[in-house]
């Protein structure tokens, strides 16, 4: 079992659907990232959440340290969202590596 | 402000030669981490260093595979004596002087797509 699992693994929604994508770990971790892949490939940190909830524009964080759960929200969602959308964890404390999960590809249809 | 710089963003090797992956951090960060992603899989750590230190390579395979962070210049992942299976993207990434444990954030670069043939 992976450390750290997101679901859904694949989602398709229509421009303006309110996007949920969940991250779920097995290990006690220090912060959490939410990483934005484009589709030429160039990485994005969108995120880093040790506690609580972040907001940044369409785009909502959530964590919950208790559950080792995070989720991350895409409100008003627009084509130009379309992406892999990554969790990754720092798991070791004073360690300093992050753990990533497979990734959501979210692709937005007009 | 640069952000983090990596190249050659697409390099193409026969079996058996050497790949050399540059990476420029951030003005100002003194930490950098490598990591590897294969076709259809997850990214996963290979090394962390700070400026002419490696502090964890607990990623890295074991033979063929050498990181670096000089004093001066680039961090320089090298690979020698490449095989198919080295085929995927390598990502760095650099953190302010304190690192991630200190509530920063982390940045990556645009991607070194090494592919052999």
């Known amino acids: 079992k992976n450390e750290v699992e997101q679901s859904p693994q694949n989602l398709t929604a229509q421009e303006g659907e309110f996007i949920t994508i969940n991250c779920s770990y097995s290990?006690?971790?220090?912060?959490l990232h939410w990483l934005q892949q484009h589709p030429g490939g160039g990485i994005v940190s969108l995120f880093m959440?040790?506690?609580g909830k972040k907001k940044h524009g369409r785009l909502i964080a959530t964590i919950n340290i208790q559950e080792k759960h995070s989720s991350l929200h895409i409100t008003a969602s627009h084509p130009r969202d379309s992406a892999v959308y990554i969790c990754a964890v720092d798991s070791n404390f004073g360690n300093e590596k992050l753990t990533f999960g497979t990734g959501t590809r979210l692709t937005i249809i007009p | 402000n640069a952000g983090v710089m990596q190249n050659p963003r697409h390099l193409v090797r026969r079996r058996g030669q050497e790949a050399r992956l540059r990476c420029s951090p951030m003005?100002?960060?003194?930490?950098v981490y490598w990591y590897r992603q294969l076709p259809e899989e997850g990214l996963k750590f290979m090394v962390y260093l700070q400026k002419e230190n490696i502090i964890d390579e607990s990623g890295m395979p074991k033979e063929r595979f050498s990181a670096e962070f000089p004093k001066e210049g680039p961090s320089i992942l090298r690979i020698q004596q490449v095989v198919r299976g080295d085929s995927a993207a390598y990502f760095c990434a650099s953190s302010p002087r304190t690192g991630l444990l200190s509530g920063n954030t982390i940045y990556f670069g645009e991607g070194s797509w090494l592919t052999v043939v």
């Open positions: 003005k100002g960060h003194s930490h």
């Open positions: 959440l040790s506690s």
């Open positions: 290990v006690g971790i220090s912060a």
